[in-house]
């Protein structure tokens, strides 16, 4: 089973930028992420988790509505890591962030629903500061 390591969060002021990394390690199939569907999740205090970005095997990415155009979502298949490019950052964008993966989407919904991911990192946190 793939497991997941989250990493780059920390503090940073408003308008900033940061990169995070989700590198996998165990098992996976064909030695790399490409059969991977991936996402990035947020929870700040008192929310539900949200979905901030996805990528499908063909690519194919997705974004929440709060961070399209500021953050961005790629995949180094080879290297096994996930990253998630933040800019023009926000105090509102302040949470943990969780890095997801699976190979079989758990049902039909979207990739940005917390509930197509088999496996999860432990989070790293980002900080905005007005």
């Known amino acids: 089973q793939v497991k997941l390591l989250e990493s780059g969060g920390g503090l940073v002021q408003a308008g900033g930028s940061l990169r995070l990394s989700c590198a996998a390690s165990?098992?996976?199939?064909?030695?790399?992420?490409?059969?991977?569907?991936m996402g990035w999740f947020r929870q700040a205090p008192g929310k539900e988790r949200e979905g901030v970005a996805s990528?499908?095997?063909?690519?194919?990415?997705s974004y929440g509505d709060s961070v399209m155009g500021r953050f961005t979502i790629s995949k180094d298949s080879a290297k096994k890591t996930l990253y998630l490019q933040m800019t023009s950052l926000k105090p509102e964008d302040s949470a943990m962030y969780y890095c997801a993966a699976t190979t079989t989407p758990r049902g039909s919904g979207s990739s940005l629903d917390l509930k197509f991911y088999y496996n999860w990192g432990l989070g790293t946190l980002v900080y905005v500061s007005s």
């Open positions: 165990g098992y996976t199939p064909g030695g790399s992420l490409s059969r991977y569907y």
């Open positions: 990528v499908r095997p063909d690519g194919t990415t």
